[in-house]
């Protein structure tokens, strides 16, 4: 079992940025490609961004490249996510979640163990 807590959304205006954290506890972090993914209102669960499990390899959805930034530190067991330029359309909970593989996967579906989310709200 993995738990994972997220932590630092919040309210901010367009044009803003957020630090979201996650912290995991359980079986060794390093053994898990670690992903965040966000849904909003009336809305599929979307992946956001992904991180191999050494952190040398990321990913990223078309809508954030270039915003957004991906991060791990395994010796800390907490993957981050830098969020910039935050749009309206950025607006939903985001989630961590990890999964048992090597490379980092786009699929929900595909992840193991989820946090509860962090509720991401941009005004215009």
């Known amino acids: 079992q993995v738990q994972l807590v997220e932590s630092g959304g919040g309210l901010v205006q367009a044009g803003g940025s957020l630090r979201l954290s996650c912290a995991a506890s359980?079986?060794?972090?390093?053994?898990?490609?670690m992903g965040w993914f966000r849904q909003a209102p009336g809305k599929e669960r979307e992946f956001v961004a992904g991180i191999s499990r050494s952190g040398v390899n990321t990913y990223y959805a078309d809508s954030v490249k270039g915003r957004f930034t991906i991060s791990r530190d395994n010796a800390k067991n907490t993957v981050s996510l830098q969020v910039n330029r935050l749009k309206p359309e950025d607006t939903a909970v985001y989630y961590c979640?990890?999964?048992?593989?090597?490379?980092?996967?786009?699929?929900?579906?595909?992840?193991?163990?989820w946090g509860q989310g962090t509720q991401v709200t941009v005004s215009s």
């Open positions: 979640a990890a999964d048992r593989t090597v490379s980092v996967r786009t699929d929900p579906a595909r992840y193991d163990y």
């Open positions: 359980g079986r060794t972090f390093s053994n898990y490609a």
